[in-house]
């Protein structure tokens, strides 16, 4: 189904627009793998999680894991239905900006 192309300020910025397009494809994705992968520091990972969770795009769940032996809890990241749709949107938007006579 076709999506409405819109831009949205608030993913655009170059770290909150790699996050919502890596967790695009997936369920959820470990804080971990989405710190290492895009290069970014434990805290300004978590102050962009939290900025896209605050406008209801991500979702963070905390919980124990099985292949740790001490208590610390792993984060997982997901994208919501809102953020899903956002993000659809946002990338219609720069393909038609990008289109050949755009």
């Known amino acids: 189904m076709p999506v409405e192309p819109r831009f949205d300020e608030a993913i655009h ?10 967790l695009r494809p997936l369920e959820e994705a470990d804080f ?8 970014l520091s434990d805290a300004n990972l978590s102050k ?3 900025a896209l969770a605050e ?3 991500v979702r963070t769940d905390k919980q124990s ?3 740790r032996a001490d208590e ?18 946002h ?7 990008a289109a ?3």
């Open 13 to 22: 910025a170059p770290t909150r627009l790699r996050i919502c397009a890596m």
């Open 32 to 39: 971990a793998s989405l710190r290492e992968s895009l290069d």
């Open 48 to 50: 962009t999680l939290r």
């Open 55 to 57: 406008l209801g795009y």
């Open 65 to 67: 894991s099985p292949q």
């Open 72 to 89: 610390r809890r792993t984060t997982r990241v997901s994208l919501t239905p809102l953020g899903r749709e956002v993000f659809d949107a």
């Open 91 to 97: 990338f219609a938007a720069l393909r038609a900006m």
């Open 100 to 102: 050949p006579g755009a």
